[in-house]
């Protein structure tokens, strides 16, 4: 039988996502909104697509959580874009109410299913989430990691004027303005950055990283970055539905790890069918550590914020 992940939440990141799904025919999509018919039209546009990719997938749009019953995959997106001045952390209560539905609703439909929470601010939703979903910690996850590095990538490589495809990049920390750029595991074709760039080129790099959704966000107008996040949740997803037990950066739960314990924060963690099966628990610097744990405070306080 074919796997079926179910988007919840079909505005510009869901309808992305679920184009990548079908058109690499990785998997059955269900895409879910509130909105009336808005679902219903983009799937069928998307299925009407599938011949012309020879893709087998089935595409469905629904208003009614019913269909993602037997998910493998329920990818939360739904909630409300940041706009221009704007923090993901601004969104906060906005989101929260929107997320914890949608988790609760979904994993009592699909309780063998992983969850991936893309929604801002991200790692707090993804906590959200799991409380919400009473699924276990390991088959929860935010998206964040994935996306903070491949804008990382993205800013050398153009800096260095070299093929992205041949620059990796680590970053940690929460979904946010404390996230985390790591330039000494940050590498092009095996060479660390640290050795191309001086200091203040790489602050410059990080700086933009940083704001990388806020730069788009400023230019958009209205709305916010859509392309670049679905493509990063498809990487977890492929990574989960192949069981690829590939090493990607994402928001997970730590229990001790890091010397976090008790919340979802970006860290390298092993992702296949389990969902996250292991934290990759990297020798850090004393000034990086002091950095991610900054990171991991913001991420405290948001929960706790919460839980009031």
Request: hydrophobic residues 40%; contains cysteine; neutral net charge.
């Amino acid at each position: 039988m074919r796997k079926k992940v179910s988007i919840i939440g079909a505005g510009n990141v869901g309808a992305t996502l679920g184009l990548l799904i079908a058109q690499s025919g990785l998997a059955d999509v269900v895409l879910f909104d509130v909105v009336e018919g808005m679902p219903k039209g983009k799937a069928l546009d998307l299925l009407e697509a599938c011949p012309l990719w020879g893709s087998p997938s089935k595409v469905v749009g629904t208003n009614d959580y019913t269909d993602t019953e037997g998910s493998e995959i329920i990818v939360i997106t739904a909630g409300f874009p940041r706009k221009p001045g704007m923090s993901r952390d601004d969104l906060l209560f906005a989101n929260s109410d929107v997320v914890k539905e949608a988790a609760k609703r979904t994993s009592a439909l699909s309780p063998q299913a992983k969850i991936i929470v893309i929604t801002n601010p991200m790692d707090a939703m993804t906590y959200a989430a799991w409380r919400a979903s009473g699924l276990p910690q390991n088959r929860v996850m935010g998206m964040g990691g994935v996306l903070d590095s491949s804008r990382f990538r993205t800013f050398i490589s153009l800096e260095l004027g070299v093929s992205p495809k041949d620059v990796e990049a680590l970053v940690l920390g929460g979904h946010g303005d404390d996230m985390v750029p790591l330039p000494r595991f940050t590498t092009v074709k095996g060479v660390p950055i640290t050795e191309l760039l001086d200091r203040e080129k790489i602050e410059a790099l990080i700086e933009r990283t940083k704001t990388g959704g806020a730069e788009i966000v400023s230019l958009l107008k209205q709305g916010s970055a859509y392309y670049a996040p679905a493509s990063s949740a498809f990487e977890m997803v492929r990574a989960i539905v192949l069981d690829e037990k590939r090493p990607l950066p994402c928001s997970a739960y730590l229990n001790g790890q890091y010397g976090i314990k008790g919340i979802f924060v970006g860290v390298p963690a092993v992702l296949g069918s389990d969902g996250v099966e292991r934290v990759l628990e990297l020798r850090l610097s004393p000034e990086e550590m002091e950095l991610l744990n900054k990171s991991a405070r913001s991420v405290q306080v948001l929960i706790e914020k919460l839980n009031t």
